[in-house]
Structures are given as structure tokens and as C-alpha cells.
């Protein structure tokens, strides 16, 4: 099951993959892991319970733990057995997932997040920080009790990366640059980083030898690519109500990604007419963002994309040749197909 690539059509195809279905290996650890979320490591306090519970009562697909978690269980020895470890470190993996979009609806002054009210709207920017903050806090007691160096210096780096991603981000707005590589960076710094920190220290968690923990990270790395292209994908081609925010949102912001960079690139009138728009900033308005979209959608940006996407699926698919076949393996190789097909 793969992205449909018509030339007719502007969308991503429908998926027959339930996403809850895949992780049904590990169901019970992912309880285990919504148990851990709701309980607080550092201040149990009224109001930062009320606080925390703003935050995660949105749910979300919780894919990061996850994977983290069907990782571990692919590569354990024997199949399917994990540690209290992998539970910590799929916890620790989500607050840090959850603590940068705390900070991300800061940045962008976003309102509403998964249908729920961001902690910035509802409170302050000010809270809003501090509550990302607290969420890293938490992930530093997960992290600590973990106690395993390798393990520490990888999620160590995430954290650095995260924050690149960001500035590399805010200083990209509106600049024309056609730098595929430091498109490909950054998709590594916002998003596969935490995703391969989390296929990687789960092998490493179980000893695997190099070639597996290696694997294991080239399969999140790629994954997380993917997921990152197809996110830039949908700001195109998805519906404002499954988004939960405005398509074209990115071009709006002035956020150059893949869908409009293989337009940029031909040197066309197509071409022309969508520089002018980005470089006059006429793409804030909601005329000239639909404009750019139409340019993008009629000029051939999603079929590139999807192939660009596709790629990084593969290398990702190919990578759990490091491991024997398991259900959870095949989760995994899965889940490669759901996020091709995935419409929010």
C-alpha cells in the first residue's frame, strides 16, 4: 500500500491501515505508558495537575513511544520481552515530544492543538514555557533513571537538535533558497531525530549487537524523513479540519518545503509567479496562499513529494532486514505503510 500518484489527484490516498491496529502488540504497554504520562514526576500540585492534564488530555497517536516500544520488542531476545526500562524510555520519549509542541504553539501562537485549547491560549505564553520546561524536567527524571550513558547522550542530542530545527526554521521565513540538503537537516532536527532516538535505544536497551542498534536507527531515521515530508505534503494537499489548522498554514508562515521547492526549482513561469508571491509575502494572505497552493497542486509539487517520500519509506522498510521476522517486525514494516497513507 503506497501513495496513489495520479496526476489527477491532489490528495493523499485513503488508508485501509488502522494506525490502533499496528501497535495492538503492544497495547498494554502503551497503557502502561498513558499511566505514567498522567502521573507527575516533579509536582503534583493542584494546578500542575490541572496544567498537565491540558496538555495530554488531547491523547494523540502517541506513535513515538511506539515505535520505541515495538523496537524493543522486535529486537529483544527472546521476542517480545521488555524491561521497565523500555516502558521509562517510551514515556521519556513522548514528554519530549510533547514539551517542544508545548513551545511550538508558543512560536506560532497557535490556539488549538489536537481540538483542545493550547496552554498559551488558555493561560499565557509565559506558563506556557514554563510548562514545556516542567515537561522536559520530567523527561530529565526518565532519563536519570534510565542509567544508561549511550542511551543518555542520544536523547542528550535530540534536545539539541530540537532546538536547531527550530532557529534554522524562524531564520528560513520567506528565504528562496533551494538547499535540499538543509531541507533534509532540518526535517532530521524538528522530527527523525526523536523518532530514531527511540528505535535506537530500545536495541541498545537490549544489548543488541551494533549491526541491530544501527539498523534500528536507520529505520527511525528514515521514518522520521518520511513522516516529515508527508507532514509538509499534507500542509498542501489535506483538509483544514483534519489538520487542525489552516492548509497551506506553512506557506503562510513563509515556510519553503519540499511541495513548493520542486516548483522553485524549474525556473518556469509557474516558477515565477510563486517566488513573487513568496518573496512579496503575498502568501500571508489567504488570496495568495490558495493562489501558491494552485500553482503547487497544478504544477506537479505533490507527485515529487510523494516520490520523495517514498523513498525515504523504503530505506526505512529496508532497514529491519537487521532483525528476524515477529508480529512486532511486522508492525513496524507496517506502519511505514500507514504513514504514506495517512490524511492528518
Given at each position: 500500500?503506497t501513495?496513489?500518484?495520479?496526476?489527477?489527484?491532489?490528495?493523499?490516498?485513503?488508508?485501509?491501515?488502522?494506525?490502533g491496529?499496528?501497535?495492538?502488540?503492544?497495547?498494554?504497554?502503551?497503557?502502561?505508558?498513558?499511566?505514567?504520562?498522567?502521573?507527575?514526576?516533579?509536582?503534583?500540585?493542584?494546578?500542575?495537575?490541572?496544567?498537565?492534564?491540558?496538555?495530554?488530555?488531547?491523547?494523540?497517536?502517541?506513535?513515538?513511544?511506539?515505535?520505541?516500544?515495538?523496537?524493543?520488542?522486535?529486537?529483544?531476545?527472546?521476542?517480545?520481552?521488555?524491561?521497565?526500562?523500555?516502558?521509562?524510555?517510551?514515556?521519556?520519549?513522548?514528554?519530549?515530544?510533547?514539551?517542544?509542541?508545548?513551545?511550538?504553539?508558543?512560536?506560532?501562537?497557535?490556539?488549538?492543538?489536537?481540538?483542545?485549547?493550547?496552554?498559551?491560549?488558555?493561560?499565557?505564553?509565559?506558563?506556557?514555557?514554563?510548562?514545556?520546561?516542567?515537561?522536559?524536567?520530567?523527561?530529565?527524571?526518565?532519563?536519570?533513571?534510565?542509567?544508561?550513558?549511550?542511551?543518555?547522550?542520544?536523547?542528550?542530542?535530540?534536545?539539541g537538535?530540537?532546538?536547531?530545527?527550530?532557529?534554522?526554521?524562524?531564520?528560513?521565513?520567506?528565504?528562496?533558497?533551494?538547499?535540499?540538503?538543509?531541507?533534509?537537516?532540518?526535517?532530521?532536527?524538528?522530527?527523525?531525530?526523536?523518532?530514531?532516538?527511540?528505535?535506537?535505544?530500545?536495541?541498545?536497551?537490549?544489548?543488541?549487537?551494533?549491526?541491530?542498534?544501527?539498523g534500528?536507527?536507520?529505520?527511525?531515521?528514515?521514518?522520521?524523513?518520511?513522516?516529515?515530508?508527508?507532514?509538509?505534503?499534507?500542509?498542501?494537499?489535506?483538509?483544514?479540519?483534519?489538520?487542525?489548522?489552516?492548509?497551506?498554514?506553512?506557506?503562510?508562515?513563509?515556510?519553503?518545503?519540499?511541495?513548493?521547492?520542486?516548483?522553485?526549482?524549474?525556473?518556469?513561469?509557474?516558477?515565477?509567479?510563486?517566488e513573487?508571491?513568496i518573496?512579496?509575502?503575498?502568501?500571508?494572505?489567504?488570496?495568495?496562499?490558495?493562489?501558491?497552493l494552485?500553482?503547487?497542486?497544478?504544477?506537479?509539487?505533490?507527485?515529487?513529494?510523494?516520490?520523495?517520500?517514498?523513498?525515504?519509506?523504503?530505506?526505512?522498510?529496508?532497514?529491519l532486514?537487521?532483525?528476524?521476522?515477529?508480529?512486532?517486525?511486522?508492525?513496524?514494516?507496517?506502519?511505514?505503510?500507514?504513514?504514506?497513507?495517512?490524511?492528518?
Open positions: 500500500m501513495i496513489q500518484q495520479s496526476p489527477k489527484s491532489s490528495a493523499l490516498a485513503a488508508s485501509p491501515l488502522e494506525l491496529d499496528l501497535l495492538e502488540p503492544v497495547k498494554i504497554e502503551l497503557e502502561l505508558v498513558e499511566e505514567f504520562l498522567n502521573s507527575n514526576l516533579v509536582d503534583d500540585s493542584p494546578f500542575i495537575v490541572e496544567l498537565l492534564g491540558q496538555v495530554f488530555k488531547a491523547g494523540g497517536k502517541r506513535l513515538r513511544p511506539a515505535l520505541a516500544l515495538l523496537s524493543g520488542k522486535a529486537s529483544a531476545t527472546p521476542k517480545g520481552e521488555l524491561s521497565r526500562l523500555h516502558i521509562i524510555q517510551a514515556v521519556l520519549t513522548e514528554l519530549i515530544h510533547t514539551a517542544s509542541l508545548v513551545h511550538d504553539d508558543v512560536i506560532d501562537n497557535a490556539s488549538l492543538r489536537r481540538g483542545q485549547e493550547t496552554v498559551n491560549r488558555k493561560w499565557s505564553d509565559k506558563l506556557a514555557v514554563l510548562t514545556g520546561d516542567l515537561l522536559f524536567a520530567q523527561a530529565s527524571v526518565c532519563l536519570a533513571r534510565l542509567m544508561n550513558p549511550p542511551v543518555v547522550g542520544i536523547y542528550g542530542q535530540v534536545l537538535d530540537l532546538c536547531a530545527g527550530e532557529i534554522r526554521q524562524m531564520r528560513a521565513q520567506f528565504v528562496l533558497s533551494l538547499d535540499w540538503d538543509a531541507y533534509i537537516q532540518k526535517s532530521v532536527w524538528k522530527t527523525a531525530s526523536l523518532f530514531a532516538a527511540g528505535t535506537q535505544s530500545a536495541a541498545i536497551l537490549n544489548r543488541c549487537n551494533e549491526t541491530v542498534v544501527s534500528m536507527k536507520d529505520y527511525g531515521m528514515n521514518l522520521g524523513i518520511c513522516f516529515q515530508i508527508v507532514d509538509d505534503l499534507l500542509d498542501v494537499t489535506g483538509q483544514s479540519l483534519k489538520l487542525g489548522k489552516a492548509a497551506g498554514s506553512d506557506l503562510a508562515q513563509g515556510l519553503i518545503t519540499a511541495p513548493a521547492m520542486y516548483i522553485l526549482e524549474r525556473r518556469d513561469e509557474k516558477s515565477a509567479k510563486l513573487q508571491l518573496r512579496t509575502r503575498a502568501v500571508s494572505t489567504n488570496e495568495g496562499t490558495e493562489e501558491a494552485d500553482i503547487i497542486r497544478s504544477g506537479g509539487g505533490i507527485e515529487q513529494t510523494v516520490a520523495l517520500a517514498q523513498r525515504y519509506a523504503e530505506q526505512a522498510r529496508n532497514a532486514s537487521v532483525i528476524p521476522p515477529s508480529e512486532y517486525r511486522d508492525s513496524l514494516d507496517q506502519i511505514v505503510d500507514w504513514l504514506l497513507t495517512r490524511t492528518n
